[in-house]
């Protein structure tokens, strides 16, 4: 066959498809693509998006929900936001290094206790996949990054999972995309340290959009921070305002435009900086005065005062004041880590954050207090710690989640096994504790019965599921950290 005919007519053909990419929607592409991979070569489904890359397309793409949604991190925020844009109806690609996570899902599982299988599979009818093939991140319209952001071992923040990311996204830009972080950090981040490694490291020349004169060169910046509350059920998660601060106006329309197809309400800032230091102050205002709960409740076990009675009877009044509750010590990703990101970052302007340290140091000291009541609780009892039989109740972070970071029950396990006690635990969440971050338990979950084989049964993550007066009738000592026990009168108890 003479193939000098055929040559022209397909370049032809490729010109008219190529006219026709121009014009087509995302999804009619990728529908026609999906049925007729011959016709559109590979290399043309990933430069449609860049033939068609003026803002106005692409917020148009994201209203109409054809906007291809790449999430990097599928963990505790990283997976719900996938499912939610899902939900909507956007075609949603989900990337992680964690190939154990990306089989899961590939399979129609779930990993996360709170997310059931089946919302995983709905997702996949809607064309989600999980992947860690980074180079699909060419094919994404917006990409949304929610990778870990913990202290390092001297308590100072630990960028590396965010540039790492980065480094990982670089190659695969393409101009016109949007790049939002969600991860918490301090101020700068977005700008510090993510767009350079991104401007450098990109094949195209792209830089960040700072102004509006869209070139054809550029791509967008946003920062957003996630505000879940893990385990709360009394806020639907698109009712949670989102804060968005792009790196210029176009970017801020764009990332609102995203958010605000699956959030009833976006709050627009006027910087990444300040979507950063948004979150941070939300977080500090926590730990500031879950400290300050903490201390005023040593005080009132020393005057004899009942401190939930208190925090109760102040809580009615109707203005200038919201109630934050004691407890046996800091945990979760967020509360305990996030603060100091910012304590690091003020040094550099020659500034000490007192109120951060400060509430650290009393946060920090939680579990001692906790550890030290357990032995006074016993002590009374005639028993000494060394060789004393104590149950943990609970070792999530906080009640019916499944996240045991930072949790206090981790600390309070070790400091009772130093001093030389035979400690269990117990957590419906946890069937066994592994290898953390900073500790190495390697613990079995004991059954929750014949409680009075324990010296002690120590509460201190109160999960819905325990019914507390049984505990309590069988248990011959119980110390609660969590007033798990309020109502119950029983002289075994001991409230810390
Ligand atoms: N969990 C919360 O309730 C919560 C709430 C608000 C904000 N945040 C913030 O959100 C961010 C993410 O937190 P999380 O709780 O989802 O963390 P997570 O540990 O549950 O999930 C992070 C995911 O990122 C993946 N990952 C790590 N490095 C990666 C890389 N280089 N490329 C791709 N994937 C990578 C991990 O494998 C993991 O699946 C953190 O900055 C956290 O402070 C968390």
């Not at 909507?88 to 154990?100: C, H, L, S, Y």
């Not at 939002?180 to 950090?185: A, I, N, P, R």
């Not at 059954?447 to 325990?466: A, F, P, R």
């Amino acid at each position: 066959m003479d193939s000098s005919v055929e040559v022209p007519v397909c370049f032809a053909f490729l010109r008219k498809l190529r006219a026709k990419v121009a014009q087509s929607s995302v999804l009619e592409l990728e529908r026609f693509h999906a049925t007729h991979p011959r016709f559109i070569p590979e290399n043309l489904m990933t430069t449609y998006s860049a033939a068609d890359t003026s803002v106005d397309q692409l917020k148009t793409r994201i209203q109409n929900h054809q906007a291809r949604v790449g999430i990097i991190g599928l963990g505790y925020v990283g997976l719900p936001l996938a499912l939610l844009y899902s939900e909507q109806k956007f075609r949603v690609t989900g990337f992680d290094i964690d190939a154990r996570k990306v089989d899961t899902l590939a399979k129609g599982g779930s990993y996360i206790y709170r997310i059931a299988a089946e919302e995983v599979q709905a997702a996949k009818t809607n064309g989600f996949e999980a992947t860690a093939d980074f180079s699909q991140l060419t094919a994404m319209d917006a990409i949304i990054i929610c990778v870990p952001t913990p202290l390092n071992e001297y308590h100072e923040p630990d960028l590396s999972y965010i540039t790492d990311t980065t480094h990982s996204i670089a190659p695969h830009l393409r101009a016109g995309q949007l790049v939002v972080l969600e991860s918490t950090t301090y101020p700068g981040t977005t700008e510090e340290v993510m767009i350079p490694i991104l401007e450098k490291e990109n094949k195209s020349g792209l830089k960040a959009a700072r102004n509006e004169a869209f070139t054809g060169k550029e791509f967008f910046v946003a920062f957003s921070p996630e505000r879940e509350d893990p385990g709360n059920t009394t806020v639907a998660r698109r009712d949670i305002p989102k804060v968005v601060g792009g790196l210029n106006p176009q970017a801020s329309e764009l990332a609102g435009a995203l958010y605000g197809s699956i959030f009833n309400r976006t709050v627009p800032v006027s910087s990444p900086a300040v979507a950063e230091m948004t979150k941070l102050l939300e977080n500090i205002y926590r730990c500031v005065n879950i400290a300050l709960v903490n201390e005023l409740k040593l005080l009132c076990l020393r005057m004899g005062i009942d401190i939930w009675e208190v925090i109760e009877a102040a809580s009615t009044k109707p203005f200038g004041f919201h109630p934050f509750y004691p407890g046996p010590g800091l945990g979760g990703h967020c509360i305990p880590v996030d603060p100091f990101y910012l304590s690091w970052k003020a040094k550099e302007w020659d500034f000490r954050t007192r109120f951060i340290e400060l509430a650290g140091e009393i946060n920090t000291n939680m579990p001692y207090h906790v550890l030290a009541s357990v032995a006074s609780a016993l002590n009374r009892h005639k028993k000494s710690l060394n060789g004393s039989r104590v149950l943990v109740l609970g070792v999530a972070y906080k009640k019916d989640i499944d996240d045991l970071r930072e949790s206090p029950s981790l600390t309070i396990i070790e400091l009772l096994q130093k001093d030389g006690a035979q400690v269990s635990y117990h957590d419906p969440y946890f069937p066994f504790i592994g290898k953390g971050r900073k500790y190495d338990l390697q613990m079995k979950c004991a059954e929750l019965k014949d409680l009075g084989q324990y010296d002690c049964v120590l509460i201190v993550t109160d999960h819905s599921d325990y019914d507390f007066p049984t505990i309590v009738r069988e248990a011959k000592l119980v110390v609660d950290t969590r007033n798990a026990t309020r109502g119950i009168e029983n002289a075994k108890i001991v409230r810390c």
